[in-house]
């Protein structure tokens, strides 16, 4: 039925391309036995439709209609309508057919090269994308900040992070861009993977360079921070790096998670484990952390039947119910009861257990893409800093 939809849609769309053509060119170029060439078609195309032949009554249709200059935007649509549905290959078809017509205006031709760009990139012909978009760049038209947005778009797929960095920064020459976060954001990220990339050739001086640079885009860089506490640390400067994580804990406390492992290392280092206590109880307290708890928990060496340790886990739970917090509580809870009570419990721990394991711990807040593992750009949406943890158990 769907696809019924889409077909019909396509008809009726080329129809008013007819419509709109006929209109336009009713000056006597169209001659009675043209239109009723084009009705035949339709006809055609209509009963190759009903015997289920889409393909075919899509390429009748396509030829139906008659390109010029009044229909050039129908057939622009048009392309971009059947990429949308998945027939790329018909995309690039009327696309590649309305960039061959001769004398093509400045602005229909851009708009030619961008739409067929859009389809390369779908069809993954990458090369023959960023060869059309250079084009209109080198126009330079109004065109060329489409044109620089899907080239951002291509290096990101191909891992070319400078030539990203290169077109954000041209991007954000136009004033009504310069403050884009998803731009500013966008390109602090190009930058750390250059980092990264520096990180695992120890090179620790080009790496502090390029988080200088994302923090020119982004000054409140999570990645960065994160980035820069992880030099900090390998270079032993511990207090440099407790400063740079509890940054990143006071910027977005979602972060605490990442940050608890390198934060519990650094003080180990220095002999602060008094400290870095105090730092959990204020995340439990004041942002409500899971992770916190829990790892207080671990680093008091609770043992089961622990007061202290059950009392700070109800409390969290009260206000931030979370599998990982109930599973310890219930642990801790096993020592000293009743055989009956005890093996109840312990029924109820493997089913939070086995649920818990079940759940995704991620997601993304902008297409709803679920995962166990984090990621600083959503596999499927492919934008920057959408992905953050489900800590609460209402939200799963
Ligand atoms: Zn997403």
């Not at 249709?61 to 048009?78: M, R, Y």
């Not at 031709?109 to 960023?130: H, P």
């Amino acid at each position: 039925m769907e696809s019924l939809t889409f077909y019909l849609l396509l008809l009726t769309a080329i129809i008013a391309g007819w419509l709109l053509g006929k209109l336009g060119s009713s000056k006597s170029t169209h001659t009675k036995s043209s239109n009723s060439n084009l009705f035949q078609d339709y006809f055609v195309g209509l009963n190759y439709l009903l015997n289920d032949e889409p393909d075919e009554a899509i390429d009748t249709f396509i030829k139906a209609l008659e390109i010029n200059s009044e229909t050039i935007e129908t057939h622009l649509a048009l392309g971009a309508l059947l990429r949308r549905r998945g027939k790329v290959d018909k995309a690039i078809n009327v696309h590649q057919a309305l960039l061959a017509r001769p004398n093509l205006e400045r602005d229909f031709s851009n708009s030619v090269r961008l739409q067929l760009a859009l389809n390369y990139i779908a069809a993954g012909l990458l090369d023959r994308a960023e060869r059309l978009l250079k084009e209109v760049l080198d126009d330079g038209g109004e065109a060329k900040w489409d044109a620089l947005r899907q080239l951002i778009t291509i290096y990101q797929t191909e891992k070319e992070w400078e030539n990203a960095i290169s077109c954000s920064s041209a991007l954000l020459q136009n004033a009504q861009l310069r403050k884009d976060p998803a731009l500013l954001g966008g390109a602090a990220h190009y930058c750390c993977e250059i980092a990264q990339q520096h990180l695992q050739n120890n090179q620790d001086v080009q790496a502090r360079a390029e988080i200088k640079r994302a923090f020119t885009f982004e000054r409140k860089s999570i990645r960065a921070m994160l980035l820069l506490a992880d030099i900090e640390q390998r270079e032993g400067k511990y207090k440099a790096a407790i400063k740079e994580l509890l940054r990143v804990r006071a910027a977005k406390p979602q972060f605490i998670a990442q940050l608890l492992e390198p934060l519990a290392s650094c003080h180990d280092s220095l002999g602060t484990r008094a400290d870095f206590e105090k730092v959990l109880r204020t995340m439990v307290l004041e942002d409500s952390s899971t992770e916190a708890a829990l790892m207080l928990v671990k680093i008091t060496n609770a043992s089961p039947g622990n007061v202290e340790a059950i009392r700070l886990l109800r409390a969290h739970l009260e206000h931030s119910p979370s599998a990982g917090a109930l599973i310890e509580l219930l642990g801790l809870q096993l020592d000293g009861v009743d055989e009956n009570v005890a093996s109840s419990l312990e029924s109820l721990l493997s089913l939070v257990k086995a649920q818990a394991q079940g759940s995704s711990e991620y997601r993304c807040h902008h297409c709803g893409f679920e995962t166990k593992n984090f990621f600083w750009m959503c596999p499927s949406c492919k934008q920057w800093d959408k992905i953050s943890p489900i800590n609460d158990l209402s939200a799963r």
